[in-house]
């Protein structure tokens, strides 16, 4: 059995540690901050605790529209408390990472706190408060992860400037705050501090809102359109130049950006409270060294591996985020990554397929995505048919009181196979996970329209614009 080295204990890391120990490999997991890595840290789950907040507060200021009246006469509000918001949000991260502990330590996983370097011949130094121990392993595994990226003119001071790390611990909700990116990150923390009551402008550099060749533009213009709905204010292709903190509040100078040919407009500038930076990550390698390992990175740093997880080292594989946005920075991937790696680390030649890879985008509503856009497709020459379906269409979203949203497949124009499913609507990251099975297995419109889906549920609408697909309308 291999003896194998991890570094780095995200949903890359740890996934990976736990399917060696599985097959009996002996595993060393190196960690120099918490288990869980950004994920569980500071990413998919803080905000995703966050954002269950900001819906609860929603769902309190509408309570009238279902019915539900105060028991006296005194006026009854509700307000977000930060401070309570992120205790909860602590209490969850700790449990979850509570939970990694002790899934390593049942699967006798070494976890090694200290920073990880490489050195020549497959050895693995770390460093911690007790010195360096060295470590000679058959195979490592690289999962160091991303980090914040920092832009000199937006130099962030934790206070007025803040990045995404801040806006997860904020102890105040800002009258005013101006999101600088509109990605999925900042889209998600824009749509949440606006449920929580700040006043809130995105600022995007390019010409729409998530500017991902895998986000259907149709979401895009939806998206926008329930911004304006939630008041918040969007500014397209134009750019923050030059921020100034004045008197406690932060003067932003923003104008037409120089990513979008023929971008118009005048200089102007913007006051706000904070001003929260989600402008996009950066590989963690320093420190690495790995160079000395024989491993190479591409021009931004970012590990270069092939679809096997294999770097330019013999022995040495890199998974997740560390690889960069050429492939897809998400969880998942990470994981369904570590899993490929593990494989080949056992002697199997596996290599990863990312066409079929949905994600998740909690905005309010949230959005899923799977397979192709209609862009992506039309620029591939797939002859194509697309198709959309209402979400105020179904009885449970009018049940629910969660009109705003859409289903969207695009099919194979002949065969009716599903190339992409997008969906924009309340729960809609969670029902991207049909649209997911049905691609994986190369389903048409049809299999999915003849599929029987329990009523009333939101899963009706995926059959419904397969069988809209059908008819052709
Ligand atoms: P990471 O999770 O970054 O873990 C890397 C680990 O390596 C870290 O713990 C780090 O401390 C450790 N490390 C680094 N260098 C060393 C070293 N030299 N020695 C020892 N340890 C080291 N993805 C989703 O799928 N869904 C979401 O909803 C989602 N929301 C997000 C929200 C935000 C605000 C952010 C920032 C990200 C979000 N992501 C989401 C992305 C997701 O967090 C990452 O894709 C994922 O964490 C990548 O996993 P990873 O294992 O590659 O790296």
């Known amino acids: 059995m291999p003896s194998i080295t991890i570094i780095g204990a995200g949903p890359g890391g740890y996934i990976a540690a736990f399917e060696a120990a599985r097959r009996g490999a002996s595993v060393t997991l190196v960690e120099k901050?918490?288990?869980?890595?950004?994920?569980?840290?500071?990413?998919?789950?803080?905000?995703?605790?966050?954002?269950?907040?900001?819906?609860?507060?929603?769902?309190?200021?509408?309570?009238?529209?279902?019915?539900?009246?105060?028991?006296?006469?005194?006026?009854?509000?509700?307000?977000?408390?930060?401070?309570?918001i992120i205790a909860r949000k602590e209490r969850v991260r700790q449990v979850l990472c509570g939970g990694l502990e002790k899934a390593c330590a049942s699967l006798k996983i070494r976890v090694l706190r200290g920073a990880a370097e490489l050195a020549a011949d497959r050895t693995v130094l770390v460093h911690s408060e007790d010195g360096t121990e060295e470590i000679k392993s058959d195979k490592i595994i690289i999962a160091t992860g991303s980090s914040i990226l920092n832009l000199p003119s937006l130099p962030i001071d934790h206070k007025h400037i803040i990045d995404s790390n801040d806006a997860l611990n904020l102890a105040y909700v800002p009258e005013k705050m101006v999101v600088v990116g509109g990605g999925v990150i900042g889209c998600e923390l824009a749509f949440i501090y606006r449920a929580f009551g700040s006043s809130v402008t995105i600022v995007e550099g390019l010409d729409r809102l998530l500017p991902v060749p895998s986000v259907d533009a149709d979401m895009s213009r939806l998206l926008q359109r329930e911004a304006k709905k939630h008041r918040i204010k969007v500014e397209l292709a134009k750019t923050v130049k030059s921020v100034e903190i004045i008197d406690g509040k932060v003067s932003c100078e923003i104008g037409p950006s120089p990513f979008v040919e023929g971008a118009k407009g005048k200089d102007s500038t913007i006051e706000a409270d904070v001003v929260l930076v989600a402008i996009g990550r950066t590989p963690n390698t320093n420190g690495l060294n790995l160079a000395k390992a024989g491993v190479e990175t591409d021009q931004r740093g970012w590990i270069k591996a092939d679809q096997g997880m294999r770097t330019s080292a013999e022995g040495i594989y890199a998974i997740g985020d560390v690889l960069g946005p050429s492939r897809i920075m998400l969880a998942h991937v990470a994981s369904a990554e570590a899993l490929c790696a593990v494989d080949n680390c056992f002697g199997a030649e596996k290599e990863l397929d990312y066409t079929v890879i949905p994600a998740g985008i909690f905005t309010s509503p949230e959005i899923g995505t799977v397979g192709m856009s209609e862009a992506e497709a039309v620029s591939k020459n797939i002859e194509i048919r697309s198709q959309t379906f209402q979400f105020r269409e179904l009885g449970k979203a009018q049940a629910m009181g969660k009109l705003p949203g859409m289903f969207k497949i695009i099919c194979e124009k002949e065969s009716g196979k599903i190339l992409g499913a997008h969906i924009a609507g309340a729960h809609a990251t969670d029902l991207i996970a049909e649209a997911a099975l049905a691609i994986e297995k190369g389903l048409t419109a049809a299999d999915v329209a003849h599929t029987i889906h329990a009523h009333p549920t939101l899963a009706e609408g995926l059959f419904e614009v397969c069988e809209g697909w059908l008819r052709g309308c």
């Open 33 to 84: 901050a918490n288990l869980g890595g950004t994920c569980l840290n500071w990413g998919c789950i803080p905000t995703k605790t966050l954002k269950s907040s900001a819906e609860a507060l929603e769902m309190a200021s509408r309570l009238e529209e279902f019915g539900i009246k105060a028991d006296s006469e005194e006026a009854v509000g509700f307000k977000a408390y930060m401070p309570s």
